[in-house]
């Protein structure tokens, strides 16, 4: 368990990015978090208020964006959404199907900001 | 006020990966062999690790460990006694190792002299599966008194491992241990893994694990891109 840490390289990247904006105020930070990173989505909301305490984005709201589990099935030749995490098989066609496409994620997606004066 | 969304793209570990990516680099350069040992605590990692390094001294090779714990440096004392360098990490209630921790320790280790370097990681079947160390090879024990399903409750895990060792294989009878269930959940949450099956206590195993370790290395050299100094 080192949600807390997770909620640390959360808040650093995404205050690193604002800064790059010119630091405007960061209403919501959008983390995607895919269903085979091992994180725990409950623990990374409960930290967050207390680590952006005193930051630049105090005040903002940590916002989870599920991604979920897709392997790639050599028979369908197709990419496939897999129901559960520990069952490698095309839920189509029962083949094995453990090449990952997507599901291990864990990166700050984007910030929403508050655009002031900015646009002309 | 409107807001408006910006696209940021940066990934939650990102600096333990870059660290990472250094090590492997570095790894790569000096032909050193790095392999990630994880499992939940008492799984055997430390008994199968001393077996590893002494038995592969034994063949010639040239070997050293780091291995990560909360606190006291009991594991560093037992694999030294292989002969092998061994150094202890402790990570003071951290429940993982992270790269920078790998980099901070290697000072002392000239690793153009070492064939392989293990990492045995903090027993624990959760954090460790996040943080790259910049091994070649990850491997995961389980026990056969921690039951048959364990890779299906910890998928994260087991997935992101290129090897399995079940270990205590001598006790699969009296714990009712079910090998075909176990090889099955195994490859439930990654197909094709190779699995092994040992018990270092009454010497099953071993040779075909470290025959499949020597073959991983050999093909990994032949694999890795050319030193560029």
Redesign the interface.
């Known amino acids: 368990m080192h949600e807390l840490n997770l909620v640390q390289g959360i808040v650093e990247a995404a205050a690193d990015a604002a800064e790059r904006m010119g630091n405007p105020r960061v209403t919501a930070v959008n983390v995607r978090v895919g269903r085979l990173a091992g994180v725990d989505a409950g623990a990374l909301l409960f930290s967050y208020d207390v680590v952006v305490a005193g930051t630049t984005l105090e005040g903002s709201r940590l916002q989870i964006v599920d991604v979920p589990l897709v392997v790639w099935c050599s028979h369908c030749l197709e990419e496939k959404e897999l129901p559960e995490i520990n069952r490698f098989r095309c839920p189509q066609c029962g083949t094995d199907a453990g090449e990952i496409r997507s599901g291990r994620e864990l990166e700050v997606e984007s910030l929403e900001i508050e655009s002031a004066e900015v646009e002309a | 006020?409107?807001?408006?969304?910006?696209?940021?793209?940066?990934?939650?570990?990102?600096?333990n990966d870059e660290l990472a990516r250094e090590l492997r680099s570095r790894f790569e350069q000096a032909g050193t062999f790095v392999v990630n040992l994880v499992s939940s605590p008492g799984t055997g990692k430390t008994a199968l690790l001393e077996r590893t390094l002494t038995d592969l001294r034994a063949r010639g090779a040239r070997v050293a460990a780091l291995v990560g714990d909360l606190e006291t440096d009991n594991d560093a004392k037992r694999l030294a006694r292989s002969g092998a360098q061994a150094r202890q990490i402790n990570t003071h209630g951290?429940?993982?190792l992270e790269a920078e921790m790998i980099g901070e320790h290697l000072a002392g280790f000239a690793l153009p002299e070492l064939d392989y370097l293990f990492i045995e990681n903090v027993g624990n079947l959760?954090?460790p599966?996040?943080y790259d160390l910049g091994e070649a090879w990850r491997v995961a024990l389980l026990s056969v008194t921690e039951g048959e399903d364990k890779?299906?409750?910890y998928?994260?895990?087991f997935?992101s491992a290129d090897v399995a060792i079940i270990t205590k294989i001598d006790l699969a009878e009296p714990c009712d241990f079910d090998r075909v269930a176990a090889h099955d959940a195994i490859?439930?949450?990654?197909?094709?893994m190779p699995i092994f099956e040992v018990s270092v206590k009454r010497n099953v195993g071993i040779d075909a694990w470290l025959d499949a370790l020597a073959a991983r290395r050999t093909l990994w050299q032949g694999s890795r891109p050319l030193a560029t100094t």
């Open positions: 006020m409107s807001t408006r969304i910006v696209e940021v793209r940066a990934g939650v570990l990102k600096k951290r429940c993982h959760v954090c599966a996040s890779p299906l409750k998928p994260s895990m997935n490859r439930s949450v990654r197909p094709a």
